[in-house]
């Protein structure tokens, strides 16, 4: 006896970990927030450039790790000639190739910015993805600290543009320089420490998630965290850590505060100035350092006075500091922040950081700062890698995604969706008929107006309504055989009737509402529909005043 054929099994439909769909809302709030950066970037001088997904691993910089199969942190594969090529990490690097490939041919300063999907091969968690969109901007070739301080205010711009009000947002700037001078300060210099020195960044990276003891923690022996599960630290001794600690101070609500390099009085008092001219650094306790003090940033030069590099970096604080705020920035918009660390080792001089200071709700119903949403710095060796010679460059990278959702607690983002079509019901099925209900749909987009043709099942013609009902359109075209015949059509305003349905009962009372259908003539379909839907769009104009 012969065994049936064992069905085949369906292919189960599954989404890979760590990628999203996409609906469509989210793609229209998506180019919504895109089109106002867009516009900012533009008025800041600003062209557009596009890069392939695919570079060359080693073209993606020094940060990725040294392996046999480079597919840590990046998706790899080999091409036919046995060269490995991995999705784009970020959109820098791939800039930097474009920049080195093109050299002769760009005018410098190259003032660029590029929208883009990058990849990240790494562990997906709750609002971590392996999948998210940049927004990124550049300039290459500019020398000074200007062009860092400009990329700040834009920042800021930005932010404000897409409707987050100061007070809601503050561009937080920092410099490679100053946390590299501090290394050196305390023992950490030179090319054998550089593994050290990335880990005591990355330590004091984490202020935010594991408070100061956390990351005393990291910066010695290790942490273990509440799993059990052990992070080596940096294996700092105690002096060391001590004068680490001096980037930051932590305030009695256990919220984290900051070193700002700021000579401007907008937020200072007399009882804040609590550093007076003729005490010693050594006197000073590091959380008396307030915001505003005015001789905070002399002060921490005086507390690193070793180190030449720290001075170079402080000095062109200074300078950025000066730049904003002759351009009318003050530190409630931009300021300056020695704790802030950017992960990335290419960055040579200043870093800042895009920072959201508003309170949202997360997954567990708890009230938390959102943070961050997007960042950069100056990146002086990256095109130089491929050149043999110094290609100065700056930029900022916004995280689309997360900037979203900050928007959406905000509700400054995705509120209004898109006006759906006109809907063109069919009520025969011959070709004439369809011929005849194809040119009204066309009428409508050759008007500039979003229409569509019923594709589904005619016949069922209550169907059609529920569909337009749905979709949410706004009206819908009726022609039979009776007024095929007589040349007209009928326009029925679906939202009206809507509206109407549910507040009129008799009788009388509809008869002098606005109608809700009409009647005309075939020639005057165009203009009547856009009648209506001029009246929806100030009815809508008058609900959202009220």
């Not at 205010?153 to 410099?175: P, S």
């Not at 040349?487 to 549910?502: A, T």
Request: with cysteine.
């Amino acid at each position: 006896m012969s065994e049936k054929a064992k069905k085949p099994q369906k292919l189960k439909a599954r989404l890979p970990r760590g990628f999203v769909d996409r609906s469509s809302a989210d793609i229209h709030a998506t180019n919504e927030m895109i089109e106002k950066i867009r516009g900012v970037y533009e008025l800041y001088g600003f062209d557009p450039i596009e890069t392939p997904l695919f570079e060359y691993t080693d073209a993606l910089g020094k940060f990725l790790p040294d392996s046999d199969r480079p597919n840590e942190g990046v998706f790899s594969l080999t091409d036919d000639d046995d060269q490995w090529m991995s999705l784009r990490y970020d959109l820098t690097a791939p800039l930097a190739r474009h920049v080195a490939e093109n050299f002769n041919e760009i005018q410098l300063p190259f003032r660029t910015y590029r929208a883009g999907y990058v990849f990240r091969n790494e562990k997906p968690g709750p609002g971590r993805f392996r999948q998210f969109m940049q927004f990124d901007a550049d300039t290459i070739g500019a020398f000074g600290v200007q062009a860092d301080a400009e990329m700040c205010m834009m920042m800021a711009d930005t932010l404000e543009a897409l409707g987050i009000k100061r007070g809601d947002y503050v561009i937080r700037v920092n410099n490679r320089k100053v946390l590299d001078g501090v290394m050196e300060a305390i023992g950490l210099g030179g090319e054998g420490n550089a593994g050290r020195r990335l880990n005591v960044l990355r330590a004091i990276d984490k202020l935010d998630k594991f408070g100061p003891e956390g990351v005393k923690l990291l910066l010695g022996p290790g942490r273990k965290d509440e799993s059990g599960d052990f992070t080596k630290g940096a294996g700092l001794d105690d002096a060391q850590i001590e004068r680490i600690e001096k980037l930051y101070i932590i305030r009695d609500d256990g919220r984290r505060d900051y070193f700002m390099f700021m000579q401007d009085a907008e937020l200072l008092s007399d009882d804040q100035i609590l550093v007076s001219q003729n005490r010693m650094p050594s006197q000073i306790d590091v959380g008396q350092m307030v915001l505003g003090n005015p001789r905070v940033l002399e002060l921490f030069l005086e507390l690193f006075p070793e180190s030449e590099m720290l001075k170079e970096g402080v000095r062109e604080l200074q300078q950025i500091s000066s730049l904003v705020r002759s351009a009318g920035y003050g530190t409630k918009r931009i300021r300056i922040d020695v704790s802030v660390v950017r992960g990335l080792e290419y960055y040579t001089g200043p870093v800042y950081e895009a920072e959201l200071t508003f309170d949202v709700t997360n997954e567990k119903g708890e009230k938390v700062v959102f943070g961050s949403v997007g960042g950069g710095g100056r990146y002086d060796g990256l095109v130089s890698r491929f050149m043999g010679q110094p290609v100065p460059a700056t930029g900022f990278s916004i995280g689309v995604s997360r900037l979203m959702t900050a928007l959406k607690n905000l509700g400054k983002l995705g509120q209004k969706k898109p006006l759906a079509p006109v809907l063109v019901t069919v009520m025969d099925g011959d070709v004439e008929s369809m011929g005849r209900y194809q040119r009204f749909t066309q009428a409508l987009r050759n008007a500039g107006i979003r229409a569509e043709m019923y594709q589904g099942n005619w016949k069922k013609f209550g169907n059609q309504l529920k569909y337009a009902d749905r979709m949410g359109a706004p009206i819908a075209i009726i022609q039979g055989s009776d007024e095929r015949a007589a040349g007209i059509v009928q326009i029925k305003d679906l939202i009206e009737g809507k509206r109407l349905s549910g507040e009129i009962e008799d009788n009388a009372a509809w008869r002098e509402a606005r109608v809700a259908q009409e009647t005309v003539p075939e020639a005057e379909l165009v203009a009547k529909v856009r009648e209506i839907l001029a009246a929806q769009a100030e009815d809508r104009r008058r609900a959202e005043s009220n």
